[in-house]
């Protein structure tokens, strides 16, 4: 896919979605989905959160793909900052209410949330919409704010990494569904599907301390992996993430990104970002890791422009 097809600039504020996606019509869509049609990547534009979930899972063969009956499910969106939904720090609550709904409808026994939070938890959790949110789609909201909720584990095979303490909540569910967003970054430059797996474990300090892009793509090694991607492009924050400080930071772009592959995923993001993939590093280094393709020319990717 090349940078053109992917993202075009404004000129009123150097960046927009504009025809970021191109090709595909929601016409289109709606003549073939019921072929259950697969895709290494759907990539949405125009529509509301919710609305682009239901169509982009289609497309993917539906949740039925990633969740069977009866399994225990983690659905982990970004909730790590005191800042109300507008101004896209976290996963859009409206975004994070439907991949639960879809969960369920599949047949899953429970549906969890948590976000090991930046800022005080429960108050990010309230502000942020997504506690109230996860609860009214029937999911349970669980703490993730002091130690005693984590296990360490090992992660064969890594570089820097080599243990970490991770949610108990993860380590007992049969699906983790990641829902990032896409956001600047004053540390890794941007974050997207690897980076929001800082909010599943304890140790992020040390992280920081120790080679933080080689740690993000270590962590990639562990066993308990994403099954699915659900990367909300709505509010894209590009400066002064990743907290941000006013809506000037954002553009609304109206977009959203669905694969099973995050290294692919967090290509994908940086074309939005109109950023180079080389100089996010743990992109680089996950990949190097064999975790997934930069390569998304290879891929077969649906887009759908509503």
């Known amino acids: 896919m090349k940078r053109r097809d992917f993202l075009k600039s404004s000129a009123g ?19 073939i989905r019921s072929e259950n049609a697969r895709y290494d990547m759907v990539a949405i534009m125009g529509g509301s959160p919710d609305a682009m979930f239901d169509l982009g899972i289609q497309e993917l063969g539906g949740m039925e ?9 983690l659905v982990k969106p970004n ?33 969890y949330v948590f976000d090991n939070s ?32 984590y296990q360490q584990v090992n992660i064969p095979g890594a570089v820097v990494l080599k243990t970490v303490k991770v949610h108990e909540v993860l380590l007992d569910t049969d699906v983790f569904i990641n829902v990032p967003i896409l956001k600047s970054h004053d540390t890794t430059r941007m974050t997207a599907c690897l980076k929001n797996m800082m909010g599943v474990i304890w140790d992020r300090r040390w992280w920081h301390s120790n080679n933080l892009d080689q740690c993000i793509a270590d962590y990639g090694l562990f066993e308990k992996k994403p099954v699915l ?9 590009f400066r002064n993430g990743p907290r941000g ?41 996950a990949s190097k890791l064999g975790l997934g393709t930069m390569n998304i020319d290879s891929l077969n990717i649906k887009r759908i422009q509503m």
């Open 79 to 111: 909730i790590g900052w005191d800042v109300v939904p507008e101004y896209g720090a976290c996963t859009n609550p409206l975004l994070v209410s439907r991949v639960i709904e879809h969960v369920l409808k599949a047949g899953a026994k429970e549906v």
């Open 118 to 149: 930046v800022d005080n938890g429960p108050s990010c959790y309230k502000t942020s919409g997504i506690e109230r949110a996860a609860r009214n789609a029937g999911a349970k909201v669980v703490p993730a704010h002091t130690e005693r909720y």
């Open 65 to 73: 793909t990633f969740v069977k009956k009866g399994q225990k499910v």
């Open 245 to 285: 400080i006013s809506r000037q930071d954002l553009v609304q772009m109206k977009s959203q990104i669905i694969t099973t592959d995050w290294v692919a995923g967090d290509t994908a993001a940086t074309k939005l970002m109109n950023l180079e993939t080389s100089r996010i590093t743990h992109i680089s280094l």
């Open 13 to 31: 504020a150097g960046l927009a979605a504009g025809a970021a996606f191109g090709l595909g019509r929601y016409d289109d869509l709606l003549a």
């Open 229 to 237: 991607h659900v990367l909300d492009c709505y509010n894209v924050m």
